[in-house]
DNA sequence: CAGACATAGTTCGGAACCGCAAGTATTGTG
DNA sequence: CACAATACTTGCGGTTCCGAACTATGTCTG
């Protein structure tokens, strides 16, 4: 890494920017280390033990989510990962491509469609999972065993809380006044 | 949400699975809600407060960075965002032709480029701010405020461990092992 | 049972994203 | 001045990503 500014210089910047604007300043310093930290924690196992298996980090999350659960509907198993359906039907592809990730109509509803691992996929996560576990531990380091416990404790309480009240929250924050369109993204056939 | 799994339920699965192997689960969790929590919280913010402003996550992250810091070299720009130097390229062209950003040449050293804040772009963020960081206090509200303190200060010691040894730490594990060329990329002149 | 509505998944447009190679320009150095 | 180093851009080949439109299937209702 050896970045130009530490994560405790930016800190500081910001005190300095902010300084007369009134805010909540540790639910900032909070969230803002979170995407810090997953950003980092992230790089940092994709260019480890995801790397040298040509994995990306989606592939892999997609893999493991499947892996844990078994077979699992390809809907639940895009919630699971946080990525949307679309984004999966791809990423499944390319496993699918690979060997790793199998396909399976339902028998008795046909809208539905399951995943699962083949034999080559499971015996590439039990291999990968040991060693992706050695990169929690290393990047966990600095934290003593309470410390993780507590750690995990409150990020489980937030998300919670987000899957019970985001979407409300979403709802009441803008009112009337429904979701402006994005910038990119498939257009109306005809204006 | 309303997801088909809480995130209590996962753990549960993943301690069935892997109830025989002997993994370090507390540090797993850890990192694993670190991703969840990352997830949600980001998913949140850009379909309310993002979204109205027609603002991808990367495209708001690199007006912060720029907007914290005030004029800022790409190089660095890039490091804080968490992106690439390639990527930023595309992002900063994507805001400079909205008109968020600009983008000047170093006084002294001609090879350096700056990036700046238009005063539009620096009009959308002090009306953004605070709206962001209203949610940053909705997503933290289950969080008492020494827990948030906690909380950031954990992540902090865990990124600032992963800038001082990451690099290290990669070189190890490949040991002798130079990195496998990715999948894709461009391709060397001619073999 | 036909038509309306709902649900699951795919397709598609536009953008982001990476890593690498190669190209351009500039700066530092022996 | 040759030559290395640095900083950014460009382009390639691929992946990921969202969300709206679209397709196919299932369910409900008159």
Redesign the interface.
């Known amino acids: ?8 210089e ?2 500081k ?2 005190q300095a ?2 300084g007369a ?1 009134p ?2 300043r ?19 196992l994709e ?2 033990v995801l ?2 298996s ?1 994995l990306t980090w989606t592939g892999f ?1 997609v893999l493991w989510v499947v ?3 078994g077979e699992m509907e390809t ?2 198993v895009a ?2 990962a ?1 990525i949307s359906k679309g984004t999966l039907t791809g990423v499944a592809k390319t496993l699918q491509s690979r060997g790793l990730l199998e396909r399976l109509g339902h028998p008795t509803d046909g809208r539905l469609a399951v995943l699962r691992l083949t034999p080559e996929g499971e015996e590439l996560m039990a291999d990968l ?2 060693k992706f ?1 050695e990169e ?8 003593e ?1 309470s ?6 404790e ?11 009240n ?2 409300q ?2 709802l009441d ?2 009112g009337d006044t429904p ?2 369109p ?2 990119s993204g498939r257009r109306a056939k005809h204006g």
């Open positions: 890494m050896s970045g130009h500014h530490t994560i405790a930016t800190e910047a910001v920017k902010l604007v805010l909540h540790e639910q900032m310093a909070a969230v803002s280390n979170i995407h810090r930290a997953a950003t980092a924690i992230r790089q940092h260019n480890s790397r040298t040509d999350v892996w844990i659960w809907r639940y919630e699971e946080g999972f040991p576990n929690e531990v290393f990047v966990s380091d600095p934290l065993s410390e993780a416990q507590s750690l995990a409150m990020l489980r309480r937030m998300v919670t809380h987000l899957e019970a985001g979407e929250r979403r924050l803008r979701l402006p994005r910038r």
